[in-house]
C-alpha cells in the first residue's frame, strides 16, 4: 500500500517543475507515488511530464484544458488516494539541499516509513 502523495499543481514552470520531480525522485523514501496537475501550460510540460514517465511508473499527469485555476489546487489534494499528501509547487529545493525531507502528513498522524 502506497502511503505518501506527493502533489504538485503547475502552470508555465516546466524548468522548476522538472527540477522539484528530479529532487523527489532522488528521496531516500521511494514508496511515494506523484501526481502532477498541469492548469493548461503551453510551455511544453506536457511532453517533458511524458518523457520521465516512461521511466517513473510512480508519476501521474493530469492536464486541465481549459485551465481550471485556482481549483487546480482543489483537484491536486482531492485526487490523493493515499494517507500522506505532500504538496509543492514552484522550486522543492535539490536533493543535495533536502536528502531527506521530514515530510508533513495531511490526512493521518501516525505513518509508519
Known amino acids: 500500500m502506497c502511503l505518501l502523495t506527493v502533489a504538485i499543481p503547475t502552470f508555465n514552470r516546466r524548468a522548476m517543475l522538472l527540477e522539484a520531480l528530479e529532487s523527489v525522485f532522488n528521496q531516500t523514501y521511494k514508496g511515494a507515488q506523484i501526481l502532477v496537475s498541469d492548469n ?10 511524458s518523457a520521465l514517465q516512461k521511466s517513473h511508473p ?33 522550486r522543492a529545493g535539490t536533493a543535495s539541499e533536502h536528502p531527506q525531507r521530514s515530510l508533513p502528513v495531511a490526512r493521518s498522524s501516525s505513518i509508519t516509513y
Not at 493530469?62 to 485556482?70: C, L
Not at 489546487?73 to 514552484?90: F, H, K, R
Open 40 to 49: 493548461g501550460s503551453t510551455d511544453g510540460t506536457d511532453v517533458a511530464v
Open 58 to 90: 510512480e508519476l501521474a499527469y493530469k492536464r486541465h484544458d481549459p485551465p481550471i485555476g485556482a481549483a487546480n489546487w482543489t483537484y491536486v489534494i482531492s485526487s490523493c488516494a493515499t494517507p500522506g499528501v505532500l504538496t509543492t509547487c514552484n
